[in-house]
């Protein structure tokens, strides 16, 4: 029987109404034979709700929680023990279902000691609605929709995001993803990093692969493998460190990038190539860092329509910048050839210039009144940097 309940109307759920607009710190504890089902709505302002689940309940029973949220508030439901020490938070639109075990010798897995989850981890913690956490130890799944799977001390706090396997891998914003690897972390929404050792994906749709200590920090830019290797902001680049800091375990020191510029020309004023659709700066171009020096050698090809003209150009050089964007140099005079041109684009021109702005490399072309042309340079780079 139900405590506080006549025999006839043992209840099968009780229902705790929280979406209205109480405020502080609500507590309630569990009798031992509260009902198998215990129904929440939340959604209003109570800062904390805190459960304490029954101190010696019958051998078996079973408890379902449901975090049912009813209005655009956010509340969790915190089950403590009697010191008030929380060991497991159900987020909203999230369930579980403990089981009593009284001899219960589980090592991992248990609500303060004789609970033990059966739908759900406690280890794991399955903090939000359709997240999941399967196998490993001391991971946490909290964002909507995530998923922790093997591994050991990994958290998907993002909407839709995923940590599987390796060690302490953080998965925090949405649809971002970490496979393997150790102390890994994929930071920005669909973000990736893929194995290796410290290494981040801090930047929309960035990813990086293997190697340790590198960094994806800008917009759809990778790294694969090697070691202390930075994407320097720059969008859509791709960093090939191919070292693992035999200089100097310093980002940046010893590395190499490739980058697409593009851009279409429909007149005959020069204009700058750059990695995405807006105007040429300081994170779509071959940036240098302050006190480094680059080698770039690339290959260019335009034309129109159809197969109509086209031409192909190379260039090579050298370029230095130090303690400011302003003293941007090239070193020498680069070299910019085309050895394959159709006779209607002779007039088309394609520079290598310091761009003492931004502190970078201005790959610029020139095209044709009243003719639509497409630039698209491949722009390679070695770098060093102080």
Do not use: H
């Amino acid at each position: 029987m139900f405590t506080g309940f006549p025999s006839t109307q043992t209840p099968a759920v009780e229902w705790w109404d929280f979406s209205k607009s109480y405020t502080g710190t609500r507590r309630l504890a569990l009798a031992n034979d509260c009902a198998p089902i215990q129904y929440f709505a939340t959604g209003g302002a109570v800062t904390t709700i805190e459960v304490t689940l029954p101190q010696n309940p019958s051998q078996g029973k079973t408890i379902t929680f449901k975090n049912d949220r009813l209005t655009a508030n956010t509340q969790n439901i915190s089950l403590v023990d009697t010191a008030g020490r929380t060991d497991l938070t159900l987020g909203q639109g999230s369930s579980l279902t403990i089981c009593y075990i009284a001899q219960n010798t589980l090592s991992s897995g248990t609500i303060f000691s004789n609970w033990v989850a059966i739908s759900g981890n406690a280890n794991g913690q399955v903090l939000n609605v359709n997240a999941v956490s399967l196998g490993g130890t001391n991971s946490n799944s909290t964002g909507n929709g995530s998923a922790v799977i093997g591994g050991s001390s990994g958290l998907a706090s993002g909407q839709s995001s995923g940590v599987l396997a390796g060690a302490s891998g953080t998965a925090s914003a949405s649809n971002s993803v970490t496979l393997g690897g150790s102390g890994v972390a994929a930071t920005a929404t669909n973000s990736a990093t893929v194995g290796g050792s410290s290494n981040g994906a801090s930047a929309s749709a960035a990813t990086t692969l293997g190697g340790t200590n590198n960094t994806a920090s800008s917009t759809d830019s990778t790294v694969l493998g090697g070691g202390y290797a930075t994407t320097r902001a720059t969008v859509s680049s791709i960093t090939l460190p191919g070292c693992n800091s035999p200089i100097t375990a310093t980002a940046g020191v010893s590395q190499s990038r490739l980058m697409v510029l593009a851009r279409e020309t429909t007149n005959a004023t020069a204009t700058v190539l750059a990695s995405n659709a807006s105007a040429a700066g300081t994170t779509n171009q071959v940036i240098l860092p302050n006190n480094s020096a680059f080698y770039f050698r690339g290959e260019v090809i335009c034309g129109v329509t159809g197969a109509g003209d086209t031409k192909g150009f190379f260039i090579e050089g050298a370029i230095k910048r130090g303690a400011t964007a302003a003293s941007t140099v090239l070193v020498g005079t680069p070299t910019v050839t085309s050895s394959y041109a159709d006779i209607g684009a002779a007039t088309w021109t394609l520079t290598a210039t310091a761009d003492v702005t931004n502190g970078g490399l201005a790959i610029t072309a020139t095209g044709q009144a009243a003719t639509t042309i497409r630039w698209v340079a491949k722009i390679f780079t070695t770098e060093m940097t102080y």
